[in-house]
């Protein structure tokens, strides 16, 4: 059982347009979404991460927003650069302290063509 | 702070045998997580530990196990090895009653022949 759906598996975008990833969840327990980029040969880093209380997260060029009712989430990256190339994973969790175990969407390979 | 390593890096085994891989987690992190990544199933949990104690389990057959030290680094260990065991395996440290951020290490590549 797939608890969390990611799409596109794979996404082109070019330099300083806007790259839009999408998750759906379906366990309604979830209370913790963050966002993983991926370099190869590079363990998962943290980008961003959001809670259901609020709809709109923004860090600089990333932006979570937040969907409750639809239980669906996305990462926009603004101004996307080739940098910014590698593959993103949505997570959640339940979110309380003792339960923090991930379920990882299935990733999207995003590239930027200048 | 440094970030959470892992070793080996690299290791390659042959079908039926162990392996022990290492994580030592962020300074002042007492919860560790072990996931592994494949091509076909994504990212994984496997387990996670704090104080020493087994806290969560994943959906993985017995042959996977791990223990945590009192310093907190971990250890995961593999036992029977198959060549479907052949994955990334990914450590993350968490501070745990603080935040929900998890933290990955770089991971060991683990090839079964």
Redesign the interface.
């Known amino acids: 059982q797939q608890q969390v759906k990611q799409s596109p598996q794979s996404l082109i975008v070019q330099k300083g347009g806007i790259s839009i990833i999408n998750c759906a969840y379906e366990n309604t327990a979830f209370d913790y979404f963050p966002w993983y980029q991926q370099f190869p040969g590079k363990g998962p880093a943290l980008l961003i991460a959001i809670r259901p209380d609020v709809s709109e997260k923004k860090e600089g060029r990333f932006t979570i927003s937040f969907n409750k009712s639809a239980k669906q989430f996305s990462l926009h990256i603004m101004d996307s650069q080739p940098g910014d190339s590698a593959t993103y994973f949505c997570a959640a969790s339940i979110g309380n302290f003792g339960n923090e175990k991930l379920t990882f969407g299935t990733g999207t390979r995003l590239t930027i063509i200048p | 702070k440094a970030g959470?390593t892992q070793t080996p890096r690299y290791l390659i085994k042959t079908r039926g045998q162990q392996v022990t891989l290492s994580c030592s987690p962020i300074s002042g992190h007492r919860?560790v997580?072990w996931?592994q990544q494949t091509p076909g199933q994504?990212?994984?949990?496997l387990f996670?530990y704090?104080s020493e104690t087994q806290?969560?389990k994943?959906n993985f057959p017995g042959r996977f196990s791990g223990r945590q030290f009192s310093n907190s680094r971990s250890e995961m260990n593999v036992s029977t090895l198959e060549l479907g065991d052949s994955a990334l395996y990914?450590c993350?440290s968490?501070p745990?009653?603080t935040s929900?951020?998890?933290?990955?290490?770089?991971?060991t590549r683990l090839t079964v022949t």
């Open positions: 959470v919860s997580s996931y994504g990212l994984q949990f996670e704090f806290r969560n994943g990914l993350a968490n745990t009653s929900y951020e998890q933290y990955f290490g770089p991971g």
